[in-house]
């Protein structure tokens, strides 16, 4: 069987094989370029680099590879209420946190002045650095931005949870779309309608998208090994992105206690939750969703409620606990295998040959 993709040739590489970006500071330049150096494109999860950052890590990545890679933002920056509190406001947050951090024995925060970068001055700082491409969740950048990126050749990869964004993203000239399904793991990127009404599996969303838009399509959720990379193939797409897969991979820069969860084969059921962040997102039910979910109504919107856990995250990490930490995780988690992006890129490109698959690049 010849299988030809559209993405590749844009992209400019061997491999249908994207590595998701992940944020939270848990993407490393040696995430990215080995998975770049290996004839698919890694994506460095960019949301919460300051602009002024934005220049050197382009320049890193692109002395540690030749390929492709993409810096991912998050379009929208803050939920309605989240991008400045009062000091009423915080102070009441803080005691809905105080037990955990009495428990893990951490300080609570003082208020600062910004809980989350501002994504005009991240994308500016960003088209300044002009990486090969452009990737981004939770909206659509503006008119301007789109065409700045075209005037730098930088390519534009837009993020649909449902086919009006994926409408949407097509209309605002992108060059490529992410149909993710909600068996991804991370967070729940929508920005149409509220995340929990763009609940559609990968399987359903791929061909529904790739039938309405005039772009190249990549499928994203619950996608760990060449049969999945086929599958997404087969319904339209021109290349899959993997998330958990690559984050279970020692280059990753999750921590230990995570990434043996997801090479454990134990996560067979995974949960979304605001409790993390305050956006949706899919990972592994513990006493800290347990115990936030009660309280949902109280917990502050994006980014603020992510402020307060990340501090617990950080804490538990260095404690060796996960009773309090986000355990972010998809579907298919309890199928991962490969411990390195050698390991898992081999499997992934032996996997398609054996399939027939035949890059078009
Ligand atoms: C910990 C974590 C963080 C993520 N952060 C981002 C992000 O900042 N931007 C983004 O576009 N996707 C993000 N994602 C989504 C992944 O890039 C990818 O699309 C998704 O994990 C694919 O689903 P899978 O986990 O089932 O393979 C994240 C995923 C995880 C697991």
Redesign the pocket.
């Known amino acids: 069987m010849h299988m030809t993709s559209n993405v590749t040739g844009i992209l400019g590489i061997d491999l249908p094989i994207i590595q ?5 500071g ?1 993407s490393t330049p040696e995430l990215v370029s080995a998975v770049s150096n290996r004839g698919g494109m890694g ?1 460095f ?1 960019a ?1 919460i680099v300051a602009p002024d950052k934005m220049a050197e890590l382009t320049n890193n990545l692109r002395s540690l590879t030749d390929g492709a890679f993409a810096l ?1 933002l ?1 379009v929208s920056d803050h939920d309605p209420g989240g991008e400045v509190i009062g000091v009423e406001e915080f102070e009441r947050v803080s005691g809905i946190f105080a037990p955990y951090y009495h428990e893990l024995g951490v300080d609570l925060p003082t208020m600062p002045d910004r809980y989350h970068e501002r994504f005009e001055d991240q994308v500016e700082a960003l088209i300044e650095a002009k990486p090969p491409a452009f ?1 981004f ?1 939770f909206g659509v950048p503006s008119k301007a931005v789109i065409a700045k990126c075209k005037q730098q050749n930088i390519i534009t990869i837009g ?1 649909a949870t449902n086919v009006a964004e994926g409408e949407a993203l097509d209309a605002a000239g992108v060059d490529l779309i ?1 149909a ?1 399904g909600f ?5 729940r ?1 929508s920005f149409l309608k509220r995340a929990e009404d763009s609940l559609i599996g990968t399987l359903a969303l791929v061909p529904l998208i790739a039938d309405r838009v005039s772009v190249p399509v990549i499928a ?5 090994d060449a049969r999945g990379v086929m599958a997404a193939l087969h319904l339209g797409a021109g290349a899959a ?5 690559f ?1 279970a991979c020692s280059e990753s820069g999750t921590n230990d206690q995570h990434r043996q969860l997801l090479l454990s084969g134990e996560i067979h059921d995974t949960v979304l939750t605001r409790t993390y962040t305050g956006r949706l997102a899919r990972g592994v039910r513990n006493k800290l969703i347990d115990e936030m979910e009660k309280r949902i109504t109280e917990l502050p919107p994006f980014p603020v409620q992510a402020f307060f856990v990340s501090k617990i995250k950080a804490a538990c990490i260095a404690q060796n606990r996960t009773e309090f930490t986000s355990i ?5 988690s309890a199928n991962l295998k490969h411990d390195s992006v050698s390991s898992l890129m081999d499997a992934l490109s032996s996997g398609l040959d054996a399939r027939g698959y035949k890059s078009a690049a």
């Open positions: 998701g970006p992940f944020g939270g848990i994506s999860g949301h991912n998050w990737s969740v993020t992410v993710t068996e991804a793991g991370g967070h990127v994203a959720g619950g996608i760990s992105q993997l998330g958990s897969a984050l972010y995780a998809g579907q298919a």
